[in-house]
T-cell receptor
Framework: RKEVEQDPGPFNVPEGATVAFNCTYSNSASQSFFWYRQDCRKEPKLLMSVYSSGNEDGRFTAQLNRASQYISLLIRDSKLSDSATYLCVVISNTGNQFYFGTGTSLTVIP | DAEITQSPRHKITETGRQVTLACHQTWNHNNMFWYRQDLGHGLRLIHYSYGVQDTNKGEVSDGYSVSRSNTEDLPLTLESAASSQTSVYFC?????????????FGPGTRLTVL
């Protein structure tokens, strides 16, 4: 079983739509969680950290559900510029094992 | 501005050759990482370092080595390149102790092993 699993998509949504991605992880002791964004043929860049209390940054909301071992990313009012691949990252409780999901592809359509 | 660079950006080599990919960061970060990215696998950790003279194996370290002689550089060496090592390689760095901090990625090196 993979440490981190993501639905690869693709998700094709119209502008203005709300879209949500989930990422499940297998190690219940994992301690840190992030969402990264990766544009085609570019390097990943941090989008936001994920906290137990949830966090919001403009149109983006990240949530952590430890009981069910998943993290989520919600994008409201999608823009064309949101088109990218979104990677979840899970870091182990020892702090030295980090696992990236395979990414979820999002295309926002005019 | 501080940055992280990788060279070369593209490399074609032959099976069995030794290849070294360079990674240089001017953030003065203690932590540096090497990943490979392949379709269907996402990013996988190869090696990482938490400081000068410190190196650790990641998930897919076989066939790769690193050395950390200064803060700025973490070169990745493929001892004897194999076709299975054709991939895009990303270097990353982060500031705080451990691995729980934001990682800043270099632009990547696309390696083809023929």
């Amino acid at each position: 079983r993979k440490e981190v699993e993501q639905d690869p998509g693709p998700f094709n949504v119209p502008e203005g739509a709300t879209v949500a991605f989930n990422c499940t992880y297998s190690n219940s002791a994992s301690q840190s969680f992030f969402w990264y964004r990766q544009d085609c043929r570019k390097e990943p860049k941090l989008l936001m950290s994920v906290y137990s209390s949830g966090n919001e940054d403009g149109r983006f909301t990240a949530q952590l559900n430890r009981a069910s071992q998943y993290i989520s990313l919600l994008i409201r009012d999608s823009k064309l510029s949101d088109s990218a691949t979104y990677l979840c990252v899970v870091i182990s409780n020892t702090g030295n094992q980090f696992y990236f999901g395979t990414g979820t592809s999002l295309t926002v359509i005019p | 501005d501080a940055e992280i660079t990788q060279s070369p950006r593209h490399k074609i080599t032959e099976t069995g050759r030794q290849v070294t990919l360079a990674c240089h960061q001017t953030w003065n970060h203690n932590n540096m990482f090497w990943y490979r990215q392949d379709l269907g696998h996402g990013l996988r950790l190869i090696h990482y370092s938490y400081g000068v003279q410190d190196t650790n194996k990641g998930e897919v370290s076989d066939g790769y080595s690193v050395s950390r002689s200064n803060t700025e550089d973490l070169p990745l060496t493929l001892e004897s390149a194999a076709s299975s090592q054709t991939s895009v390689y990303f270097c990353a760095s982060s500031d705080y102790p451990g691995a729980t901090d934001t990682q800043y990625f270099g632009p990547g090196t696309r390696l083809t092993v023929l």
